[in-house]
């Protein structure tokens, strides 16, 4: 049984992402399109445009075009958003980097992708600057080329590319299982997923958005960012969380519509002094990247005086499949994930098999539409492995009502999501094990209260080891939203036949 939107589809236009999200600039003119909450920075839409024309003319210059990888690395900013459009009107993919990312992850995420060049921010171009062969920065830096000076008069490079087939944008992922791999998405992928949503969600000129939620996760990249811009609404960027700078930004800039990870949301149900901030400006607030509690959203929802309704994507599909629309908020039940976007179908089957459920029932979602990704990066057997017959399976288990309304039950997948963050087993796994007293080494998801879920390893030791000295180990070497909060030693890892640890049994 193949399900579908309530919606109409939508036309899919034929163009880059830039162009489809700064190119209509011009008709918003001197209206507000970025502000950084904290410093006060912005740009209009008219500047916005200049801007990235002459970024993109610059990098053209200095030799970055079709073919390329540009990396970027940046907390929210405006300056960031200059930066990614720049260097994908030159032609150039985009890989995003998370800042907290140690040097040696960084460095693996440039060599994966191929970057030929990194952008980064003011306060990590030191860390940039062990890694990378260039490194442009975004601001300035007495050790590395402002990205600015670039900057040169002139039209961007006229591009010959075909938006189906190549790619805009390269995050990575850890897909299902695994370590992280890079998402190819193709300009039609990013586009598609603004013209599905932008039907359900009908974002304009008079909004204006909360951007705290990080650009270099796909969730802040096009759910907030370029949905915003395309909408020609007002986006407030903030470089991290902080409840009391956050709900002064909401209340100073009258925010209309606000982004929420799981953590958030249980800061503002539990928190003293939110009713002391005027949130009377908001009108929609949604929650995604990790399920939400119910009873948590609902005392939230009391605090600010708006409902507050969850959606669901994944980075495989630029990301956004399912969403509670706008008209829909106040009759969509809490703790859903709403109804399918236009132009998506979805199956619900028994997993591990190509066999649909009895309605009703659940099993594992599969996802098929314009914005699922090209495939897994120089990685063919986790991309056949995860898109087949033209589905992608997501590995979470779900369930469907009849009023098309869809629930997210559990997750067949070994991904541990803190604060929405992904962190794959394997790659903490994989650490341990070089640890000279660790044999064999384990890592689950178990529930964590302010993270939701966080790592717990599970390791069979040889000597003498603490649990703390293991957990300082781990933490030396990857970013901190990664370490391992719990060590348990145990006699052995339970595995299959084949070798495949049996998670299920360490989670009980």
Known sequence: ????SPLPDVEIPDVTLTEFVIGGAARFGDATALVDGRTGESLTYAELRAAVTAGAAGLAAHGVGPGDVVALMSHNQPSFVVALHAAIAAGAAVTPVNPALTPGEISKQLRLSGARLLIAAEPVVDKALEVAGEVLVLGEHPRARSFTSLFTDGPAPELDLDPATTVAVLPFSSGTTG???GVRLTHRNLVANLAQTRAGWRIGPDDVQAAVLPFFHIYGFTIILNSGLLGGAKVVTLPRFELDEYLRTLAAH?????YFAPPMVLALATAPHVEDHD????????CGAAPLD???TERAERRLGCLIRQGYGMTEASPGTHQVFDDD???????????LSPNTEARIVAPGTDTDVAPGETGELLIRGPQVMDGYLDDPDATAATITGGWLHTGDLVRVDDDGVFWVVDRLKELIKYK???VAPAELEAVLLTHPAVLDAAVVGVPHTEGGEA??????????????ELMAFVAERVAPYKKVREVEFVEQIPKSPTGKILRRLLRT
Not at 254 to 258: I, L, Q, Y
Not at 279 to 286: G, N
Not at 462 to 468: H, K, L, N, S
């Open 254 to 258: 009258r925010v209309t519509r606000a």
């Open 1 to 4: 049984m193949i399900h579908r």
């Open 329 to 339: 908020f106040a009759v969509t039940p809490p703790g859903s994930v709403g109804r």
């Open 455 to 468: 790592p717990k390893a599970f390791v069979v030791a040889e000597g003498a080891v603490e649990a703390d």
């Open 420 to 422: 929405g963050y992904q």
């Open 279 to 286: 949130l009377s400006s908001l009108r929609f607030a949604l």
């Open 179 to 181: 370590i992280p791999k």
């Open 294 to 296: 119910v009873e948590v």
